[in-house]
């Protein structure tokens, strides 16, 4: 396995570093643009502990050795030890909805972002999956090629051969282990990377299993890789896959008050279990083959240069050809939030305890957008503002390229770009920002992130509801009472600014583009004092950004819901047909839930019709529920029991 911490900043040259950060030194390094693995530089004196990690004044500093770091951890979560364990013993480690994200590439250090993205229509991955960006692959349960389509239910993986006029089962391989939580998978040629989460008393783990489809009708596991930590999220990028992994507070042998113990014993006894806790209770190990190790080492770590939240993150890669080859990258700070482009990563951290809450981390549903009005992820933001860290991506590897900060609470990852060389964030109120929402350009310099420009008083006292990105052009849905869309112009990402604004009753929480300046809203309906009337269907007509107009809308009952706002996998578009495949959700009275497909035509003039097809029942069908376009333009409609063609 490699560890590196790689190093890249705009205008400092990327160093790849094993075992030490050593600036300046003459190492083996990757053909990254302007620095190739034959080039020498300069010998300069060993990084050590809290240095800063380039030329400019970044957050984030080298982590030291392992006895650094963890004096480091130990001394910055003593305030958080109570009697009754960390915080009166309410949270430990990331869990509950720890991402498949959906729980969801070529890598350039010190290269210009992804190029631009256009508003012309958005389509699906080369294995059938709505995703965030072109060319970056996501997990879910059912992933196809022109050969085979492959789907997970429950712990069981099924192939079916699409080659023929119907979709023909070929096999089901029982994969082993206990999962608490639908397991999702990648498709990487002749391989399907199975993902599944469990978490117990030792913790969270992250398990990986390589299965090989070289034989489809005789699946076979050929590796299988366990991380003790939870999954942020799942990237693939060609044949190179990408996990962000997170842990939390670690899990100690805390005691409580009861008995003859009292509160102040037991208070100076955790304390005492949190002095002599090792390295290896606050970092993750990785396991394979009957081999354990730490996923990152200690020299190899990088932290804050201000305590914000305990935890760590670690970013590892490799290529579905050599996946024994591990290249991972580690950070000292908890984030909820991971946003990957083609060529950059980005942690979004807000200050608090180091866990993902409902709606940050990606997972089975990756992309809830409902952003509450409490300023903050899970937990708040403790000084009102939230810290990135940007990541340059080279195949497997991954290079630090710096750090900044935004006044405001980043909602999830469909709030984050990176195009041109610009980040784009769109960002909700916290206790340093007014009571609106907020678009703020960063650009890479020398000195980390810094902010070029903000535009706000988008939807003041109002929710951010959904955020969709193009190349000079920002769209952004608020809802109090009703729908105010906001076109933001990027084309000047010093100068951001409004354009344009449409208010109409309810709200969008998933925009689609679809083409000839047009995007299709799928959220809520809504009378005009706000009272929510159940899910609607819209186009919107941007080609005029200055005057956004809707041009049609379809409804649906009062207690139906559309998915894609929960989960955007659960939306097709078709192109060539002009036609939108969305999941539609309806719940009755006493719990149960109906799940089918709206079959939606976009017509020339932005009208919309709409067919539905018989879907399936219960919950976790209803989620499982899919339409898979193939390479050869047909579709499959794909649920817990069966594969057909629309």
Known sequence: MKTSLTIAASGVAALALGGAFLLGTAVDTPDLPGLSGNDDVAVQPVVEAGDPLSAGDLSLVAAGDCDTLLDWFVRNTRDQVTAWGWGGGMFYAYDGRAAMEGAQQDLRS?????????LSEATNSATGTNVQEAGVDEPDVVKADDRVLVRLVGDDLVVYDVTGTAPRRMARLDLPGRVQQQPELLLVGDQAVVLSQRSDADGPTTRVDTVSLADPASPE?????????S?????????????????????????TPEGDLTEREALRKNREVLAESGIADWLPSVSSGGTSEQVVDCADMARPEDFTSAGTVSVVGWSAEEPEERSSTGVATGS??????ADRLYLATSGGWGGCGPMICDGPLPAARSIGPWGGPWGGTDSGTTQLHAFALDGEHAAYVGSGEVEGVVPDRWAIDAVDGTLRVAVGPSQETGDWNSVVTLEE???GLEQLG????????????????FDDLAVLVTFRQVDPLYAVDLSDPARPKTLGELKVPGYSDYLHPIGDGRILGLGVDADED???RGGQVAVFDLRDPRDPVRQSVLTFARDAQVMAGQDPRQLTWIPSRQTAYAVVARYGATGGVTGWVAELKVGSDGSLTRHNVRGTHGYDDVAALRTVPLPDGRVTLVTEESARFL
């Open 231 to 255: 999954l942020l999220a799942a990237r693939q990028y060609g044949d190179t896959l990408r996990l962000v992994l997170g842990t939390g507070l670690p899990m100690l042998d805390f005691v």
């Open 454 to 469: 903000r535009v706000d008083r988008l939807g003041v006292g109002e929710q951010l509801k959904s955020v969709r990105w």
């Open 445 to 447: 310099t020398e000195d």
């Open 336 to 341: 909820q939030t991971v946003y990957s482009s």
């Open 221 to 229: 596991i050929t590796r299988t890789t366990s991380y003790a930590a």
């Open 530 to 532: 706000g009272r929510t």
């Open 110 to 118: 010190a290269a210009p972002l992804a190029t631009a993205k256009s």
